[in-house]
């Protein structure tokens, strides 16, 4: 693994810190090729992807410590930092999903169309975004059968180890390409959002099955997910299906508004 790619003295460029700018920068240029199609410039996709994310990066923050609030109150020192450490997507969706409603209540925006226009965005920064979690070593997947010719052997952990992370990149590129073919076809504004939330949420819950290992892996603290007590479904995976139902009542609410082209600065 390479969690540090370059260090000079006391300077050092972590792998996954590079990867989440690339994964920014990738997802914003995406948005502003595609702005023109919806009536927005690349100046507005740039005012509103910059509150997006501060509030993703907080959120992502807030939430991993209201999780791992047991280890957190006994080291209260550890609560702020500036380092790319310590973040869930799903706190990051959240957030970042707030700050998106705010911005287009604000400017005066369609927030279902404004949702089609970053959804594909979305799904190309996370899939870049995995693999900064692949060079740093974390969330890794459960342990491989043995001469497994994917298997990576991640720092700390003696056995080789599914590459999962590169798995979900794997398959949110996939969401992403289908939500480009989706695009092509009749559907009602706000439909491409939902299809969002519905492909990454499965690729989410497939993940986990990877990332979490098998009861075993849990046993010997070889898994990088936590199960749901005796249940044989990890947390995330609960918070995955929410997003997949979030995704289908989208489709489904929208859908009923017919097959109507919106401007996307409201009146």
């Known amino acids: 693994m390479f ?3 370059f260090k000079s003295g006391s300077f050092e460029l972590p792998s996954f810190g590079l990867l989440m700018v690339i994964a920014f920068f990738s997802g914003l240029y995406i948005a502003q090729k595609r702005a023109p ?13 910059l509150p997006m994310l ?11 410590i209201a999780q791992e609030w047991g280890y957190y109150k006994d080291h209260m020192s550890e609560l702020l930092t500036l380092r790319f450490q310590g973040l869930t997507s799903f706190g990051g969706i959240l957030f970042g999903l707030i700050a998106c409603m705010i911005w287009c209540k604000r400017k005066g925006f369609s927030f279902p169309l404004y949702g089609d226009l970053i959804a594909p965005a979305f799904l190309l920064g996370h899939a870049i975004g995995r693999i900064g979690c692949f060079l740093n070593g974390c969330c890794f997947g459960g342990v491989c059968p043995p001469n497994f ?7 700390g952990q003696e056995l080789l180890h599914h590459p999962a992370q590169l798995y979900d990149t794997a398959m949110n590129l996939a969401g992403f390409a289908l939500l480009l073919a989706y695009e ?14 519905i492909l990454h949420g499965m ?3 497939i993940y986990e099955f990877w990332r979490a290992g098998s009861v ?5 603290g070889k898994a ?6 005796s249940l044989p479904i990890t947390e995330a995976q609960v918070a995955a299906l929410v997003l997949v139902v979030i995704g289908a009542v989208l489709m489904a609410v929208f859908g009923r508004k017919g097959m109507v082209q919106q401007e996307l600065r409201t009146a």
Do not use: C, N
């Open 37 to 49: 199609r919806f009536g927005l410039t690349s100046e507005d996709v740039i005012d509103s992807f």
């Open 216 to 220: 075993e892996d849990v046993a010997l």
């Open 3 to 5: 969690p540090t790619l």
């Open 184 to 197: 092509k076809r009749p559907h009602s504004p706000g439909q491409t959002f939902g299809l969002m939330f």
């Open 54 to 64: 501060f509030a993703g990066v907080l959120g992502a923050r807030v939430v991993f």
């Open 224 to 229: 990088s997910s936590t199960y749901m007590g």
């Open 149 to 155: 010719p994917l298997g990576v052997k991640f720092v």
């Open 203 to 205: 690729a989410r819950f």
